[in-house]
């Protein structure tokens, strides 16, 4: 059974930092694109960061620069450590993944930045 849990979230000042975890299992974990979504109320999902396989990590301009996407295969496990962190990152993260027609997703794990 495919199973995605998301940890690590909490409350932060603006200007902080978190790292959230993505622990999959049921996958052949090294073999798939891993992506970080995020949502808030009454916005649409919005895709953070992208690691693929092979290494290489995409970010929207929005996070670009303070998100930084990883993962290590040994654990089946993906990170994204979020640095200058700001109000309008409050959102529940959620990470990803794509197998042939199915997509899965963790429960989601809330991170709220503020004063």
């Known amino acids: 059974q495919v199973q995605l849990v998301e940890s690590g979230g909490g409350l932060v000042h603006p200007g902080g930092s978190l790292r959230l975890s993505c622990a999959a299992s049921?996958?052949?974990?090294?073999?798939?694109?891993i992506n970080w979504y995020r949502q808030a109320p009454g916005i649409q999902r919005e895709l953070v960061a992208t690691v693929t396989a092979g290494g290489s990590t995409n970010y929207p301009d929005s996070v670009k620069g303070r998100f930084t996407i990883s993962r290590d295969n040994a654990k089946s496990t993906a990170y994204l450590q979020m640095n200058s962190l700001k109000p309008e990152d409050t959102a529940n993260y959620y990470c990803?993944?794509?197998?042939?027609?199915?997509?899965?997703w963790g429960q989601g794990t809330q991170v709220t930045v503020s004063p």
């Open positions: 049921g996958i052949m974990f090294n073999r798939y694109t």
């Open positions: 990803n993944f794509r197998r042939y027609a199915a997509e899965y």
